[in-house]
């Protein structure tokens, strides 16, 4: 018999720290993700010693979790909310971070540091995961003005602080002047922006409507399509979390936020890529490190910087763009947590030498505290900000189409795509039987869902049987809590006496009409202009 050794062993070890780090320091309300650093650090070097140094597996991993978690930290950004408030979301951006940016530079200067370690410095305390916005959705906010501000100025703080990555890891260790690092990195964002925001949502949507039909694909599609960018990024010198994030953008308005894609991504994300990199995190956590004096020193410094710089934008917005305290508080729980970019750039300094171990230690104080800072600034905020009402959502955030045979005319799902589209939403197909219908299988379901997704659209089909077909439409919307329904013509020709709970589009071929929808004339013409058909109130 021998000691337990090899691959199995060290997967075990992982998944038994992914499964149980999370589930004992949950019971004992502290964040999962520091269960998950700490369990990495058991199993380390540093703890039991049950995973080497010299270890490369788990790292590689680790490092594909990283370019996953900024892809999902690009594809889950709600755009549509961003355009709608877009100009607060920039004000505000700029305002949190350049306080805590410059508060960071200041103190690598103080300590003494290059220039390129205290700008990294400042970029990743600048940066923030938006890990708080789950509890201020469920708790009803989502759509409120202050959220969708502070969601909005992400895009920006992370964008900002990732090429500031970009340019230090590029400019550092190298011996080519600065004018030419400056220009390779300037063709490299260019030609990474144009393959991420030209070719690689064109590639994608082809791939979507060609091979779409499995249920395989459009993730592998996506993988795909991050990794790309991310090697592509790598061959100019970029960071590749850089194109990683930069593909989720691209990536974002094909992926709807309740669509099976987006199911799909963060299960795997949740389950194994994202957890196991905060595990390869915590192999390099050292108590011993972090008990020195200089570490603690570091530590308080950069929570002092960080959070400091961040209650500073959140009392700006309140005094500048108009925001009540309470809005504003809400806007400081979402923007102090730090986990994605502050890891991502803590790692690579790390790597490239402009970090030390206690300077990384001391980031995972950090982390740990604006962890433990933010739900609480949450939950007490939000209780004060009254909720906006919940009919208020956009036109296009859930589409049914509703359809009484497998094969309909494939111009409907085209015209449910486009219409959700603006709106980054997901279109359900619904197969609709009389109670009188002879008995449906689960084939129909599959033939529906397929001709579904050879035309972009996403979502899961169902199907729903009723006294009538009008009558399923409204049980259709209700289940699905559409925010409009598409029905083939004849679906409501006996239509009298139903009042379904969401606006009906009929769907005649070369033309549409509105059936049941408050103020007729102005949804007609906005689902005009999304359709590119004549819609008759």
């Not at 998950?36 to 650090?41: F, H, P, T």
């Not at 030209?198 to 060609?210: G, K, Q």
């Not at 490190?289 to 570091?298: D, F, H, N």
Request: with cysteine; proline share 7%; glycine share 12%.
């Amino acid at each position: 018999m021998t000691a337990p050794h090899g691959p199995a062993w060290e997967f075990l070890l992982l998944f038994v720290v992914v499964i149980g780090g999370p589930l004992l320091l949950e019971r004992a309300r502290v964040p999962g993700i520091i269960g998950l650093l700490l369990g990495g650090y058991a199993i380390g070097p540093n703890g039991f010693g049950w995973i080497s140094e010299s270890n490369e597996t788990v790292p590689d991993l680790g490092q594909l979790g990283l370019l996953y978690l900024m892809f999902v930290a690009g594809v889950e950004l709600d755009l549509a909310l961003l355009r709608e408030y877009r100009r607060s979301a920039l004000s505000f951006g700029l305002l949190t971070f350049a306080a805590p940016m410059v508060a960071g530079t200041a103190v690598g200067f103080a300590l003494g540091w290059s220039g390129p370690a205290a700008f990294l410095l400042g970029s990743l305390l600048a940066s923030h995961t938006l890990i708080v916005y789950p509890l201020i959705r469920k708790g009803g906010l989502g759509g409120d003005p202050a959220v969708a501000t502070a969601v909005g100025a992400t895009v920006l703080t992370d964008t900002l602080a990732l090429i500031v990555l970009a340019v230090v890891s590029g400019t550092t260790g190298s011996d080519a002047s600065t004018w030419e690092v400056a220009v390779r990195l300037g063709a490299g964002f260019a030609v990474l922006a144009g393959f991420c925001f030209y070719a690689l949502p064109r590639a994608a949507r082809w791939c979507f409507r060609r091979l779409g039909g499995e249920r395989t694909v459009r993730y592998l599609v996506a993988v795909a399509g991050f990794l790309a960018a991310a090697v592509l990024a790598e061959v100019f010198g970029i960071e590749g979390i850089v194109g990683a994030f930069f593909a989720g953008l691209a990536l974002n308005r094909l992926v709807p936020n309740e669509g099976r894609l987006m199911d799909r991504i963060d299960f795997f994300g949740a389950a194994v890529f994202i957890p196991v990199f905060l595990v390869s995190v915590g192999l390099i956590l050292d108590p011993r490190v972090i008990a020195e004096p200089r570490t603690l020193g570091l530590a308080a410094l950069f929570v002092g910087a960080c959070l400091g710089g961040k209650v500073l934008a959140a009392w700006l917005a309140h005094l500048l763009l108009g925001f009540s305290r309470p809005r504003a508080g809400v806007m400081f729980a979402l923007t102090a947590p730090q986990a994605a970019a502050t890891l991502a750039s803590t790692t690579i300094g790390y790597q490239i030498g402009l970090f030390g171990t206690s300077v990384v230690n001391a980031v995972l104080v950090l982390i740990l505290v604006s962890l433990i800072v933010s739900p609480i600034a949450g939950r007490r905020f939000m209780r004060q900000v009254p909720r906006p009402s919940a009919t208020d959502r956009p036109l296009g955030s859930r589409v049914v189409v509703a359809v009484s045979t497998v094969d309909p005319p494939p111009e409907i799902f085209r015209l449910a795509a486009r219409i959700a589209a603006p709106d980054g939403g997901v279109v359900h197909p619904v197969l609709l039987r009389r109670e009188s219908d002879p008995a449906h299988d689960t084939a129909a379901v599959g033939a529906l869902e397929t001709a579904a997704n050879a035309h972009g659209v996403d979502g899961a089909g169902a199907v729903v049987v009723d006294r009538s077909l009008p009558a399923g439409v409204a049980h259709a919307a209700a289940a699905h809590l559409a925010t409009l329904v598409i029905v083939d013509g004849p679906l409501w020709s006996d239509g009298a006496g139903v009042v379904p709970p969401a606006p009906v589009l009929e769907f005649r071929g070369a033309d549409c009409a509105l059936l049941h929808a408050p103020a007729p004339p102005e949804l007609a013409g906005e689902l005009s202009r999304r359709a590119a058909t004549p819609v008759d109130a």
